[in-house]
Protein backbone atom coordinates (compact mmCIF):
# COMPACT_ATOMS: atom_id res chain seq x y z
CA UNK A 1 0.00 0.00 0.00
CA UNK A 2 1.10 3.29 -1.08
CA UNK A 3 0.94 6.51 1.24
CA UNK A 4 1.28 9.98 -0.66
CA UNK A 5 4.72 11.80 0.52
CA UNK A 6 3.00 14.67 2.40
CA UNK A 7 5.53 17.54 2.23
CA UNK A 8 5.90 16.69 -1.62
CA UNK A 9 2.56 16.58 -3.91
CA UNK A 10 2.66 13.85 -5.81
CA UNK A 11 5.57 11.77 -5.06
CA UNK A 12 5.10 7.94 -2.73
CA UNK A 13 7.01 5.80 -0.78
CA UNK A 14 5.45 3.16 -0.06
CA UNK A 15 6.32 0.93 3.04
CA UNK A 16 8.53 -1.69 0.93
CA UNK A 17 10.42 0.69 0.00
CA UNK A 18 11.22 1.76 3.30
CA UNK A 19 11.90 -1.20 4.72
CA UNK A 20 14.37 -1.67 1.31
CA UNK A 21 16.12 1.76 2.75
CA UNK A 22 15.84 0.35 6.10
CA UNK A 23 18.06 -3.19 5.09
CA UNK A 24 20.31 -1.42 3.14
CA UNK A 25 21.31 0.90 5.53
CA UNK A 26 21.67 -2.54 8.08
CA UNK A 27 24.52 -3.47 5.26
CA UNK A 28 25.70 -0.53 5.77
CA UNK A 29 25.92 -0.44 9.69
CA UNK A 30 27.22 -3.78 10.42
CA UNK A 31 28.98 -5.27 7.24
CA UNK A 32 31.01 -7.47 8.98
CA UNK A 33 31.69 -10.34 6.60
CA UNK A 34 29.64 -8.41 3.48
CA UNK A 35 32.82 -7.93 1.34
CA UNK A 36 33.64 -11.51 1.85
CA UNK A 37 30.14 -12.33 1.72
CA UNK A 38 29.49 -10.82 -1.55
CA UNK A 39 31.44 -12.28 -4.20
CA UNK A 40 31.25 -13.35 -8.23
CA UNK A 41 32.40 -16.61 -7.10
CA UNK A 42 29.25 -18.83 -6.85
CA UNK A 43 30.89 -21.10 -4.31
CA UNK A 44 32.36 -18.43 -2.11
CA UNK A 45 29.02 -16.81 -2.19
CA UNK A 46 27.01 -20.20 -1.48
CA UNK A 47 29.58 -20.58 1.98
CA UNK A 48 29.10 -16.58 2.93
CA UNK A 49 25.24 -17.84 3.06
CA UNK A 50 25.68 -20.78 5.40
CA UNK A 51 23.38 -20.14 8.30
CA UNK A 52 26.10 -22.10 10.60
CA UNK A 53 28.34 -19.03 9.55
CA UNK A 54 29.55 -16.90 12.93
CA UNK A 55 32.87 -14.90 11.85
CA UNK A 56 32.87 -11.21 12.47
CA UNK A 57 34.90 -9.11 10.42
CA UNK A 58 36.18 -6.02 11.55
CA UNK A 59 37.62 -2.77 9.29
CA UNK A 60 38.16 -2.41 5.69
CA UNK A 61 35.81 -0.02 3.40
CA UNK A 62 32.51 -1.27 1.91
CA UNK A 63 31.49 -0.69 -1.15
CA UNK A 64 27.32 -0.99 -1.98
CA UNK A 65 25.67 -0.41 -5.15
CA UNK A 66 21.69 0.47 -5.58
CA UNK A 67 19.74 1.44 -8.09
CA UNK A 68 17.53 4.24 -8.69
CA UNK A 69 19.87 7.34 -7.80
CA UNK A 70 19.31 10.46 -9.60
CA UNK A 71 20.74 14.20 -9.32
CA UNK A 72 17.83 15.08 -7.12
CA UNK A 73 19.01 12.76 -4.15
CA UNK A 74 19.40 14.57 -0.77
CA UNK A 75 21.22 14.19 2.62
CA UNK A 76 18.29 15.94 4.07
CA UNK A 77 16.72 14.11 6.69
CA UNK A 78 13.64 15.19 5.81
CA UNK A 79 13.46 15.59 2.47
CA UNK A 80 14.02 12.42 1.06
CA UNK A 81 11.93 10.51 -1.09
CA UNK A 82 13.13 7.27 -2.01
CA UNK A 83 14.66 4.21 -0.88
CA UNK A 84 17.96 4.80 -1.48
CA UNK A 85 17.80 8.49 0.15
CA UNK A 86 16.55 6.40 3.10
CA UNK A 87 20.03 4.16 3.04
CA UNK A 88 21.33 7.33 3.22
CA UNK A 89 19.80 9.05 5.58
CA UNK A 90 19.34 6.01 7.61
CA UNK A 91 23.40 5.76 7.84
CA UNK A 92 23.65 9.29 9.05
CA UNK A 93 20.70 10.13 11.20
CA UNK A 94 18.25 8.39 13.87
CA UNK A 95 14.68 8.75 14.87
CA UNK A 96 12.77 8.15 17.95
CA UNK A 97 11.25 4.73 16.93
CA UNK A 98 10.86 3.04 13.76
CA UNK A 99 9.67 0.10 11.99
CA UNK A 100 12.55 -3.09 11.58
CA UNK A 101 12.47 -5.15 8.77
CA UNK A 102 10.40 -7.54 10.15
CA UNK A 103 7.75 -4.39 10.28
CA UNK A 104 7.60 -4.28 14.35
CA UNK A 105 7.82 -1.01 16.38
CA UNK A 106 11.36 -0.42 18.03
CA UNK A 107 12.52 2.38 20.01
CA UNK A 108 15.53 4.20 18.87
CA UNK A 109 16.86 7.54 19.83
CA UNK A 110 13.74 7.56 22.36
CA UNK A 111 13.05 5.05 25.87
CA UNK A 112 9.60 5.87 25.68
CA UNK A 113 6.41 7.80 24.20
CA UNK A 114 3.57 7.58 26.14
CA UNK A 115 0.08 9.74 26.52
CA UNK A 116 -0.42 11.48 29.74
CA UNK A 117 -3.91 11.56 30.62
CA UNK A 118 -5.25 11.53 27.40
CA UNK A 119 -4.22 11.23 23.85
CA UNK A 120 -4.17 15.05 23.59
CA UNK A 121 -0.74 15.14 25.48
CA UNK A 122 2.19 12.86 24.90
CA UNK A 123 5.58 12.96 26.69
CA UNK A 124 9.06 11.73 24.89
CA UNK A 125 11.55 10.37 27.00
CA UNK A 126 15.02 9.62 25.43
CA UNK A 127 17.94 8.24 26.02
CA UNK A 128 21.09 9.40 27.79
CA UNK A 129 24.55 9.73 26.59
CA UNK A 130 23.69 10.26 22.71
CA UNK A 131 25.60 12.78 21.22
CA UNK A 132 25.56 13.78 17.55
CA UNK A 133 28.55 13.88 15.19
CA UNK A 134 29.70 17.17 16.35
CA UNK A 135 29.71 15.81 20.08
CA UNK A 136 27.35 17.88 21.06
CA UNK A 137 24.88 15.60 23.28
CA UNK A 138 21.22 15.05 22.21
CA UNK A 139 18.36 16.93 24.37
CA UNK A 140 14.56 16.91 24.06
CA UNK A 141 15.65 21.21 22.71
CA UNK A 142 17.14 18.66 19.38
CA UNK A 143 13.32 17.14 19.12
CA UNK A 144 11.51 20.02 19.74
CA UNK A 145 13.46 21.80 16.72
CA UNK A 146 13.34 18.52 14.24
CA UNK A 147 9.17 18.52 14.98
CA UNK A 148 8.74 22.34 14.03
CA UNK A 149 11.31 22.18 11.05
CA UNK A 150 9.23 19.37 9.68
CA UNK A 151 5.77 20.48 9.94
CA UNK A 152 6.75 24.37 9.51
CA UNK A 153 8.50 23.49 6.61
CA UNK A 154 5.57 21.32 5.53
CA UNK A 155 8.39 18.88 4.65
CA UNK A 156 8.05 15.33 4.66
CA UNK A 157 6.00 13.28 7.23
CA UNK A 158 4.81 16.69 8.94
CA UNK A 159 1.12 14.72 8.21
CA UNK A 160 1.82 11.89 10.04
CA UNK A 161 2.83 14.10 13.36
CA UNK A 162 -0.63 15.15 13.76
CA UNK A 163 -2.08 18.02 14.99
CA UNK A 164 1.07 19.14 17.05
CA UNK A 165 0.40 22.17 19.27
CA UNK A 166 3.95 23.61 18.46
CA UNK A 167 3.32 26.56 20.36
CA UNK A 168 2.86 24.17 23.47
CA UNK A 169 5.85 21.95 22.80
CA UNK A 170 7.68 22.11 26.25
CA UNK A 171 11.16 20.42 27.43
CA UNK A 172 10.01 19.09 30.85
CA UNK A 173 14.00 18.44 31.25
CA UNK A 174 17.16 17.81 29.15
CA UNK A 175 15.32 14.45 27.97
CA UNK A 176 11.94 14.63 28.30
CA UNK A 177 9.15 16.44 25.59
CA UNK A 178 6.03 17.02 26.46
CA UNK A 179 4.23 17.40 23.09
CA UNK A 180 0.41 18.68 23.59
CA UNK A 181 -2.33 18.15 20.37
CA UNK A 182 -5.05 20.29 19.70
CA UNK A 183 -7.15 17.25 19.53
CA UNK A 184 -6.59 13.96 20.80
CA UNK A 185 -4.29 11.70 18.63
CA UNK A 186 -4.21 7.82 19.71
CA UNK A 187 -1.66 6.32 16.63
CA UNK A 188 0.95 9.26 17.26
CA UNK A 189 3.23 6.13 18.19
CA UNK A 190 2.38 4.17 15.02
CA UNK A 191 2.82 7.18 12.70
CA UNK A 192 5.99 8.33 14.23
CA UNK A 193 7.55 4.14 13.65
CA UNK A 194 5.74 3.84 9.93
CA UNK A 195 6.54 7.50 8.31
CA UNK A 196 10.08 7.65 7.02
CA UNK A 197 12.38 10.64 7.30
CA UNK A 198 11.56 12.08 10.94
CA UNK A 199 15.08 11.89 11.88
CA UNK A 200 15.95 14.00 14.65
CA UNK A 201 18.67 16.47 14.25
CA UNK A 202 20.29 19.13 16.25
CA UNK A 203 18.83 22.84 16.64
CA UNK A 204 20.45 25.23 14.21
CA UNK A 205 21.03 22.15 11.91
CA UNK A 206 22.15 22.75 8.32
CA UNK A 207 21.78 20.27 5.78
CA UNK A 208 24.90 21.65 3.79
CA UNK A 209 26.86 20.14 6.74
CA UNK A 210 25.54 16.69 7.52
CA UNK A 211 25.25 16.02 11.29
CA UNK A 212 23.52 12.93 12.96
CA UNK A 213 23.65 10.47 15.82
CA UNK A 214 24.20 7.89 13.07
CA UNK A 215 27.11 4.84 12.79
CA UNK A 216 28.20 6.66 9.66
CA UNK A 217 29.43 10.35 9.42
CA UNK A 218 29.48 12.78 6.30
CA UNK A 219 32.26 12.74 4.35
CA UNK A 220 31.58 13.46 0.81
CA UNK A 221 28.06 13.13 -1.29
CA UNK A 222 27.25 13.93 -4.74
CA UNK A 223 23.78 13.72 -5.93
CA UNK A 224 23.10 10.61 -8.67
CA UNK A 225 26.91 9.70 -8.09
CA UNK A 226 28.18 8.53 -4.55
CA UNK A 227 28.06 9.22 -0.86
CA UNK A 228 31.06 8.63 0.90
CA UNK A 229 30.57 8.07 5.26
CA UNK A 230 32.89 7.39 7.80
CA UNK A 231 33.05 5.06 10.70
CA UNK A 232 31.51 7.24 13.94
CA UNK A 233 33.86 6.47 16.99
CA UNK A 234 31.44 7.65 19.11
CA UNK A 235 28.51 6.00 18.14
CA UNK A 236 26.16 4.73 21.22
CA UNK A 237 24.98 1.30 20.21
CA UNK A 238 28.24 -0.42 21.97
CA UNK A 239 30.46 -2.61 19.30
CA UNK A 240 28.77 -0.79 16.20
CA UNK A 241 29.82 -0.35 13.67
CA UNK A 242 31.85 -2.71 12.20
CA UNK A 243 33.28 -1.24 8.75
CA UNK A 244 35.87 2.09 8.90
CA UNK A 245 33.49 3.95 5.74
CA UNK A 246 31.36 3.13 2.98
CA UNK A 247 30.53 4.19 -0.23
CA UNK A 248 27.10 4.04 -1.46
CA UNK A 249 27.42 4.07 -5.35
CA UNK A 250 24.31 5.41 -7.50
CA UNK A 251 23.40 3.56 -10.38
CA UNK A 252 20.89 4.12 -12.57
CA UNK A 253 19.40 0.66 -13.00
CA UNK A 254 20.14 -2.94 -12.10
CA UNK A 255 21.85 -3.80 -15.57
CA UNK A 256 24.38 -1.06 -14.98
CA UNK A 257 25.33 -2.23 -11.61
CA UNK A 258 25.53 -5.92 -12.76
CA UNK A 259 28.33 -5.36 -14.93
CA UNK A 260 30.06 -2.14 -12.40
CA UNK A 261 30.09 -3.40 -9.49
CA UNK A 262 29.03 -6.84 -9.07
CA UNK A 263 31.55 -8.00 -6.75
CA UNK A 264 30.60 -5.47 -3.99
CA UNK A 265 26.72 -6.88 -4.07
CA UNK A 266 25.82 -9.61 -6.14
CA UNK A 267 25.38 -12.92 -4.68
CA UNK A 268 24.42 -16.69 -6.26
CA UNK A 269 21.18 -18.13 -5.38
CA UNK A 270 22.03 -21.60 -6.04
CA UNK A 271 18.28 -22.37 -5.83
CA UNK A 272 16.68 -20.39 -7.81
CA UNK A 273 20.54 -21.00 -10.05
CA UNK A 274 20.24 -16.62 -10.04
CA UNK A 275 22.06 -13.53 -9.20
CA UNK A 276 20.62 -11.40 -6.51
CA UNK A 277 21.04 -8.19 -4.89
CA UNK A 278 21.73 -7.97 -1.33
CA UNK A 279 20.85 -6.02 1.57
CA UNK A 280 20.73 -7.37 5.17
CA UNK A 281 18.53 -6.05 7.81
CA UNK A 282 19.45 -3.80 11.04
CA UNK A 283 18.13 -6.84 13.12
CA UNK A 284 20.82 -9.73 11.32
CA UNK A 285 23.71 -6.86 12.57
CA UNK A 286 22.88 -5.73 15.98
CA UNK A 287 22.51 -9.25 17.83
CA UNK A 288 19.79 -11.14 17.08
CA UNK A 289 20.50 -14.79 16.72
CA UNK A 290 21.26 -14.28 13.30
CA UNK A 291 24.34 -12.24 14.23
CA UNK A 292 26.32 -12.63 11.65
CA UNK A 293 26.83 -10.85 8.37
CA UNK A 294 28.19 -14.21 7.05
CA UNK A 295 24.77 -15.63 7.52
CA UNK A 296 21.93 -15.99 4.56
CA UNK A 297 20.67 -12.38 3.63
CA UNK A 298 16.76 -11.44 4.68
CA UNK A 299 16.03 -8.81 1.92
CA UNK A 300 16.84 -9.67 -1.84
CA UNK A 301 16.56 -7.44 -5.05
CA UNK A 302 16.60 -9.05 -8.18
CA UNK A 303 16.87 -6.87 -11.39
CA UNK A 304 13.57 -6.42 -13.00
Not at 68 to 88: M, N
Not at 233 to 253: A, C, Q, R
Not at 261 to 269: L, Q
Not at 297 to 302: K, L, S, T
Request: with cysteine; aromatic share 8%.
Amino acid sequence: MERPDHGKPGNALDRRQVLRGIAAAGAVVGAGGLLSACSSSSSSSQAAASPTSTVKRRGGALKVGLTGGSGTDTLDPHKGLTYLDTARAQSLYQPLLQLNTAAQTEFVLAEDISPHGSTSNWVISLRKGITFHDGKPLTADDVIFTIRRIVSGKLTGATPLGPIDLKGLKALDQHTVQVPMTSPYGSFTDQLAYWYYLYIVPVGFNPAKPNGTGAFKYQSFTPGQRSVFVKNPNYWKSGLPYVDSVTIIDFSDSTSLLFKETKVVRMFDSKRNTLVYVAISRKVIEGSPMNSLSTVPVQRWEPR
